[in-house]
């Protein structure tokens, strides 16, 4: 009996540990493997979100060899001469590269647009080629579209070239205005990220330090002055440092501002004020304003396509003193041999991309 009791206790003992490894077992099947069919063991992958091109995915990518793919992250070093093709995915496209490659209409630059991605091809790049290339999706509701900013990708491209440091500028002695109200950019951009890069100016002879406040620098952008000062004015150069020789910059004008932003200041003059029949009468209109700042004028007049007269526009810079730089734009109406027809009141207005000024003078008869 005793025999019995022992037996049946062992088979029971069995039995309970054969589950618990049975159960162990179990888990572990159910874990990182899976058994197919035919007794092959695959590991379980986590499904894959789709692509759906939300913020924060970046669209843009580099077309490389053998049809493989490089998504473009904020910046991306490229090597010169070699043709680079970027796609953004869509069915309709809008992107944005250097600004030259417009005002040359360089014909190295093709888009192209398919039903799934739009292609941008640029072939035999330079240095000179080096900025920022973006696309975006454009969202349409019948005839109006517009840019839907949260699905625009960007990628600050760097073609880089040990002989060129710098990137290349069609301009060999740059003007860099500075004003009060806002920072003031020496675009000195590298084509190298990794380049050391100073400012420094001719005289007298001194380097700028970058302190990342007052003064900052930005590969992309160059050096930034945050708060603009008159002592900031003179030539500058930037000097660019790497394992080869060093390289210098273009030079750069720093001029000091005394005319803030904003619509044109204007003033009318005309002389003489009273005239007579066959007298001739010049009305002046002169704008002060913004160094880089263009103006346009629109007269009218008394005579007004009936009688002939000759229009003169031109402008130049001008030192105020203290270092300040003003742009004097003009534009003169000549009336040539008076007639009743031409007394009146002249009008002048004056058009800039702040605003438009209008201003009126009388000239009369004696």
Same mark, same amino acid.
């Given at each position: ?37 035919? @007794?092959?063991? $695959?590991? *379980? &992958? ?5 692509? #759906? ?5 970046? =669209?843009? !990518? ?18 010169? @001469?070699?043709? $680079?093709? *970027? &796609? ?5 496209? #809008? ?5 030259? =490659?417009? !005002? ?263």
């Amino acid at each position: 009996m005793k025999t019995w009791v022992v037996l049946c206790l062992a088979l029971l003992w069995l039995e309970l540990h054969n589950g618990d490894c049975q159960q162990i077992k179990r888990r572990k099947d159910v874990g990182d493997n899976r058994i197919r069919p035919g @007794g092959k063991r $695959v590991k *379980l &992958r986590q499904p894959r979100p789709k692509d #759906g091109g939300g913020k924060g995915q970046s =669209l843009l !990518t580099q077309v490389l060899d053998k049809g493989r793919f490089l998504r473009l992250g904020p910046t991306t070093s490229l090597t010169p @001469g070699r043709n $680079v093709e *970027l &796609r953004c995915k869509g069915n309709n496209i #809008g992107w944005s590269y250097p600004t030259y =490659l417009d !005002t040359f209409n360089d014909s190295r630059l093709s888009i192209k647009q398919s039903d799934k991605y739009s292609q941008l091809i640029l072939t035999s790049p330079s240095a000179a080629d080096t900025g920022t290339y973006s696309c975006w999706v454009i969202v349409c509701d019948g005839t109006e579209c517009e840019k839907d900013y949260d699905r625009t990708y960007m990628s600050y491209i760097y073609f880089t070239d040990k002989d060129n440091l710098f990137v290349p500028s069609a301009i060999h002695f740059e003007i860099v205005y500075l004003r009060p109200d806002s920072p003031a950019v020496v675009p000195c951009r590298v084509t190298d990220p990794q380049a050391k890069v100073t400012l420094h100016r001719e005289v007298p002879a001194e380097e700028i330090t970058a302190n990342n406040t007052l003064v900052t620098y930005d590969p992309t952008k160059g050096f930034v002055l945050q708060s603009p000062a008159p002592e900031h004015q003179g030539v500058f150069y930037c000097k660019a440092v790497t394992k080869v020789t060093p390289q210098v910059s273009t030079k750069y004008q720093l001029l000091y501002v005394e005319v803030p932003s904003g619509p044109p200041f204007v003033s009318l003059s005309a002389f003489p004020r009273s005239a007579r029949g066959g007298d001739n009468v010049n009305v002046t209109c002169t704008v002060l304003g913004e160094p880089d700042v263009d103006v346009s004028f629109i007269w009218s007049y008394p005579g007004q396509d009936r009688r002939p007269v000759h229009i003169l526009t031109s402008w130049r810079l001008v030192n105020r003193g203290m270092g300040h730089t003003t742009r004097v734009s003009q534009s003169v109406l000549t009336v040539e041999d008076m007639e009743t027809i031409d007394f009146g009141n002249y009008i002048c207005k004056a058009k800039n991309q702040h605003g438009e000024t209008i201003v009126t003078v009388k000239i009369i008869s004696e």
